[in-house]
Each structure stands twice: as structure tokens, then as C-alpha cells.
């Protein structure tokens, strides 16, 4: 099982990126998918969080500014970014916790980062 995050870059201040993170290989009923940034220098925090019924939580930071969804068929989590500031820049991990893989439940499950830069 692995997560493979994309859709980072590059991106001036008030721009939009749109990071989408796909969970491969044998896995079921994900509960909760979600992101965590980490910008140089400071611990990982939690961006924003999804339940497999479409309950979310977001960080104060992005609220009002950064969308996530997911596609439960698709066993993708996406995190729409507007109105970017130079404040988003960090490197974003996706995140599922409480799956089902290889007969058992399991937590905590980490991609491998994806960099957004929001610079002019």
C-alpha cells in the first residue's frame, strides 16, 4: 500500500493549486484521508481532514481558502488551494488513517510530500 501525492509547484501569491493523492495496492474503507504541511524549520501540521462521510476539518489558516474532498471509488483524497499566500509555502503530505489492508485494520498511513513554493 502507498500513497502517491501530486499536483505541487510553483505558483504566485493569489494563485491556486490543486494537490490530489491516490492510496494504491490492497486497500479498503478508508475512514479518514486528509493533508499535513511542514514548512522549513517547523513541525507538521494538519491542513485539512476528510471522513468517509464528508465530514471536514480544517486548519484556521485555510479556512475559506482551501477545499478538500475525496473519491471514496477512487480511494483519492484532492485539496483544492485558492488565494494562496507565500505563508501556504511547504512541503504537503497526504494522510489516510483507520484502513482496511491484507486482513487487518491499520492507522497512520504517509505519502511521500509534495512541494508548493507560492512566491512571486
Known amino acids: 500500500v502507498q500513497l502517491q501525492a501530486s499536483g505541487g509547484g510553483l505558483v504566485q501569491p493569489g494563485g491556486s493549486l490543486r494537490l490530489s493523492c491516490a492510496a494504491s495496492g490492497s486497500i479498503f474503507s478508508i475512514k479518514d484521508m486528509g493533508w499535513y504541511r511542514q514548512a522549513p524549520g517547523k513541525q507538521r501540521d494538519l491542513v485539512a481532514a476528510i471522513t468517509t462521510g464528508g465530514n471536514t476539518n480544517y486548519a484556521d489558516s485555510v479556512k475559506g481558502r482551501f477545499t478538500i474532498s475525496r473519491d471514496n471509488a477512487k480511494n483519492t483524497v484532492y485539496l483544492q488551494m485558492n488565494s494562496l499566500k507565500p505563508e501556504d509555502t511547504a512541503v504537503y503530505y497526504c494522510?489516510?488513517?483507520?484502513?482496511?489492508?491484507?486482513?487487518?485494520?491499520?492507522?497512520?498511513?504517509w505519502g511521500q510530500g509534495t512541494l508548493v513554493t507560492v512566491s512571486s
Open positions: 494522510w489516510i488513517n483507520n484502513y482496511y489492508s491484507l486482513g487487518a485494520r491499520r492507522y497512520n498511513l
